[in-house]
């Protein structure tokens, strides 16, 4: 039971060394927590140590067990109660939990002494923080360092719950088979009941409860429990049915005097989830993954609340997103409670982003562990993904030499620590403790000459090459598209919110303040989108989101061609802003969609029609086949007019056909029309593409020129 929330203003102060001894009459700062303390404009560019204070009263009750939680702390940290030290921990997304009983008093002081330093070497990192220390998407000036989760005082009797982790195993039409471990903690040995229920949380249905008594032993112990659900509601992605939820609640009682000595609760959902060869099955139906990479939802990730996340959610849900991809980092709490009740799955990374210290092996296994205790109930997780390309990458904001090229290249084609060593062993030790989801080993650079190519992060269009290179492996290679979790190209936010962070001097702007703290690719986005071709500031910007808008289609409509033969989704690369950016996004940091995202969420709709145009420039006089492809996700069969038109250069109509296609059910993607077009004039020829079903009509404009 929660007993205080400590929350609310802390005392702070920086310090050059810790030994839980300070100067009390020092100078000491204020802050209101959760929060990062480079958000107080003494500290706002701070990276090191700080020692957090805070005075309370409490009056503890006999009889009872007490604990001090800290849910999370930016990176080392290291607890006093009233002069006495409770431990040390090393880890920013988990809590940390200490005993103090007997250790209370009226009149308590708690210190939080907290490190979080720059690591300068990024070949070598030793803190496992992911996006948040090295990445082309933050602030590079930002660090996280502080108390971003609250700190609380709980309380129990003589036992208490260390973990209550449960999965569907399988189902049937009789009933739904869970298993569940339920590891138990207390001082002495104890005669307990231990009652275990499932209660509908969202929906109308039977609740589950079961009992069990125990003779718990001295210490740690823990129970393997088989759970039969003879009625029950299976969790849905929201495009596949309802995210029917249960409330899991663990109650421990003291079977002598019937007192409860506590009770764990959290969302869960009965379902399964399965990989084969990258295709995804939830409750044992294919589904197709229509994603984006989520980054944290605000470089101070403390900022972070349901409300936000929730907006967040929703504009997924309305681009028409079924997953989002968590980019090397684990989020806020509310993010996967949110993703449970909106149906969204979660492609779930461990904070592992590109090359690290190998010191680092022992407390990356520890902390894969407590990610799984922490998120492992969530039905919303989908997998677990262990590492984002593991290979010895640049610093990005250094500049690149050709020793740097030949280790990254060394990493890439020959031996990676990371990958060949480290990801192994977290990947066994993960699929040991969660046999119930697919673990995935690293993400985005396995598939050049390998067997398994793993799934893609593909930049044709910004870093290699041309959009046409991608046709060369859908033609010839589709096996490297099995499945697709990054690719994009930068664009501005819209005209007023680009100016909150940049002044309008088109076409002189300060390209290297941008490239510095706003993310900016100079050279590539000036050499994909010319500044030469616009007349103003808010034409280039439109210029460039014009730009992500064709790219991401692009990708989209020809991964989607590849539905299940063999493609299993396919996940652009980034949802939103962290902080103000010119970067991935398609959602700017003020949370307004560009125009690039509109496009996005037409080209992932569930029901959708288009075309794969071989290039941009034909012939003239060519005669061209116009394809018209259709494909629909959803779980029902969908019967549909499709219309096509073709204007030529001079405004006149070249070509008109319409036919009512039946769509099956999550059927693949077919050729529904093939009429010719014989290019008769020099110039650009546009191409419209209308669906109609039900009370829904799809548009998709295409154009080409010819000559």
């Known amino acids: 039971m929660k007993e205080m929330d400590l929350t609310g203003v802390w005392e702070l102060k920086p310090v050059e060394r810790f030994d839980g001894e300070y100067d009390r009459a020092g100078t000491w700062l204020s802050q209101e927590l959760p929060a990062h303390w480079q958000e107080l404009p003494e500290l706002e560019y701070y990276t090191g140590k700080v020692v957090y204070r805070k005075r309370f009263k409490f009056k503890p009750e006999a009889g009872k067990r007490f604990w001090l939680k800290l849910c999370g702390v930016f990176y080392w940290s290291t607890a006093y109660l009233n002069g006495c030290r409770l431990g040390a921990n090393e880890g920013y997304f988990f809590p940390r939990t200490y005993e103090i009983t007997g250790l209370l008093e009226k009149e308590n002081e708690l210190l939080v002494e907290v490190d979080c330093p720059a690591e300068a070497d990024k070949a070598n990192k030793r803190m496992l923080t992911g996006v948040f220390h090295h990445w082309d998407c933050l602030d590079p000036l930002a660090n996280p360092g502080g108390i971003w989760l609250p700190v609380e005082i709980h309380s129990t009797g003589k036992t208490r719950i260390v973990e209550a982790q449960f999965a569907t195993l399988y189902f049937t039409p009789e009933y739904a088979r869970l298993e569940g471990r339920v590891t138990l903690e207390s001082a002495e040995s104890e005669k ?58 663990v109650e421990v009682i003291e079977a002598e005097t019937g007192n409860v000595s506590e009770v764990f609760e959290e969302a869960f959902g009965v379902r399964t989830i399965e990989f084969r060869k990258y295709l995804c099955y939830l409750n044992g ?67 592992l982003q590109w090359y690290y210290s190998k010191e680092i092996e022992p407390q990356a296994l520890r902390q894969a562990e407590k990610m799984i205790q922490l998120l492992g109930n969530h039905p919303s997780l989908a997998l677990w993904c262990l590492h984002n390309e593991p290979i010895r990458q640049f610093d990005l904001h250094q500049r690149i030499g050709p020793l740097a090229v030949l280790r990254w290249l060394f990493s890439i084609f020959i031996w990676s620590w990371d990958r060949d060593v480290l990801d192994k062993k977290l990947e066994a030790r993960v699929r040991s403790l969660d046999p119930s989801r697919y673990v995935h080993r690293s993400s985005g650079e396995r598939g050049l000459f390998r067997q398994d190519p793993g799934d893609g992060h593909w930049y044709f269009g910004w870093y290699f090459g041309p959009l046409s290179w ?59 989108v010319n500044p030469k071709h616009s007349a103003t500031l808010a034409d280039y910007i439109q210029a460039t989101q014009d730009y992500q808008s064709e790219l991401n289609r692009y990708y989209i409509d020809r991964l989607r061609s590849l539905k299940y033969r063999p493609n299993g989704g396919c996940v652009a690369f980034v949802l939103l802003d962290s902080n103000p950016a010119i970067q991935w996004s398609v959602i700017d940091y003020w949370r307004e969609p560009k125009s690039s995202y509109f496009a996005l969420q037409k080209a992932m709709s569930p029901v959708y029609a288009f075309l794969l ?19 629909n996700d959803t779980n029902r069969e969908v019967e549909a007019r499709l219309e096509l038109t073709v204007t030529n250069p001079v405004g006149h109509r070249a070509l008109e056909d319409s036919t009512m296609v039946t769509l099956p059910a999550d059927c693949e993607s077919r050729a529904v029309m093939n009429p010719e077009l014989l290019l008769q004039w020099e110039g650009e020829y546009r191409v419209e593409v209308r669906l109609l079903f039900g009370e829904h009509q799809l548009q998709n404009r295409y154009r080409f020129r010819a000559g």
Do not use: C
């Not at 681009?319 to 684990?330: D, E, G, M, S, T």
């Not at 007023?496 to 303040?513: C, G, I, Q, V």
């Not at 145009?613 to 494909?631: C, E, M």
């Open 285 to 351: 139906r294919k589904l197709y993954l229509r994603g984006n990479n989520y980054p944290p939802g605000d470089v101070r990730l403390a900022r972070m609340n349901r409300e936000r996340i929730e907006k967040d959610l929703e504009l997924a849900r309305q681009a028409n997103l079924n997953l989002l991809r968590v980019h090397a980092h684990v989020d806020h709490p509310e993010l996967y409670r949110a993703a449970d009740e909106k149906g969204i799955l979660l492609w779930q990374d461990f904070p």
């Open 192 to 249: 307990l009941r231990v009652k275990i229920s499932l209660l509908p949380r969202n929906f109308e249905g039977e609740p589950f409860s079961t009992e069990r008594e125990v003779m718990k032993p001295e210490g740690s112990f823990t129970y393997v429990y088989n759970l039969d659900l003879r009625s029950y509601a299976l969790w849905w992605t929201w495009d596949r049915g309802s995210p029917n939820l249960y409330t899991l609640r």
């Open 470 to 528: 991608l046709n060369y492996l859908v033609r010839k290679k589709p096996e490297r598209l099995q499945m697709v979790t990054e690719f994009g190209s930068q664009s501005f936010p819209n005209y007023p919110n680009s100016l909150k962070f940049m002044e309008d001097k088109f076409p002189r702007l300060d390209y290297r303040h941008l490239a510095e703290r706003h993310h900016l690719q100079p050279g590539l986005i000036k050499y994909w």
């Open 613 to 631: 145009l071989d290039r941009r420039r034909y012939a003239s006089g060519k005669t061209i086949p116009v394809t018209v492809f259709a494909v």
